[in-house]
């Protein structure tokens, strides 16, 4: 019987509970103001790929307003920047990009605008400092390093001939098992 209260007691909290939710006042008015968007924008970020835009927004939310270098859908590394995409950089108050030499047009495309380029910033870079990741000997000292130790086994794939040759051969050896006669059988 105490079990039973006690379960229905607790049934009755969160029901009310949640129906507490559901309950407005009609006194509270909406104080907001259209104006408010426009103070808190804080102006137009260009990035330089979509994932760099996700990132400002995440950061920032609605009080910038982003604009990506690439409309189309070109690959990062092939983007070569339009005198669209030039204007449009420098109308943008702030730049962000990846960096670590990901984009191989940015650094000439600033230094080519000169004082007409936004203050630019990567969003990537190395815990040392450094502005160029060297992937390339990365992945060869890796790729040597998982050759040599790594975790692999040797495995044949394939069969070796003079495993078991006994198979469909007429004069078939049951290996001492007498019910060991479906080898060459239809229905096996």
Same mark, same amino acid.
């Given at each position: 019987m105490n079990n039973t209260v006690r379960a229905i007691s607790v049934s009755l909290i969160l029901i009310l509970s949640s129906l507490a939710g559901c309950l407005t006042d009609?006194?509270?008015?909406?104080?907001?103001?259209?104006?408010?968007?426009?103070?808190?924008?804080?102006?137009?970020?260009?990035? !330089?790929?979509?994932?760099?835009?996700?990132?400002?927004?995440?950061?920032?939310?609605d009080s910038v307003t982003i604009d990506y270098m690439s409309q189309d859908n070109i690959p990062v590394h092939?983007?070569?920047?339009?005198?669209?995409?030039?204007?449009?950089?420098?109308?943008?108050?702030?730049?962000?990009?990846?960096?670590?030499?990901?984009?191989?047009?940015?650094? !000439?495309?600033? !230094?080519?605008?000169?004082?007409?380029a936004p203050p630019s910033y990567m969003t990537h870079a190395m815990p040392t400092g450094a502005s160029n990741l060297a992937y390339e000997s990365m992945l060869i000292s890796d790729l040597c390093e998982l050759m040599?130790?790594?975790?692999?086994?040797?495995?044949?794939?394939?069969?070796?001939?003079?495993?078991?040759d006994d198979?469909?051969?007429?004069?078939?050896?049951?290996?001492?098992?007498?019910?060991?006669?479906?080898?060459?059988d239809e229905d096996h």
């Open positions: 009609d006194e509270i008015t909406d104080t907001s103001d259209d104006n408010l968007d426009e103070i808190l924008n804080y102006g137009t970020v260009m990035v !330089s790929t979509y994932h760099v835009g996700e990132l400002v927004s995440a950061v920032a939310g092939d983007y070569e920047p339009s005198a669209a995409d030039l204007i449009r950089l420098q109308e943008a108050d702030i730049f962000l990009y990846h960096g670590l030499n990901l984009e191989p047009w940015v650094e !000439s495309t600033l !230094s080519s605008l000169g004082d007409d040599n130790d790594g975790p692999f086994e040797g495995t044949t794939l394939g069969m070796v001939s003079d495993d078991h198979h469909g051969d007429e004069d078939h050896d049951d290996h001492g098992d007498e019910d060991h006669d479906d080898h060459g």
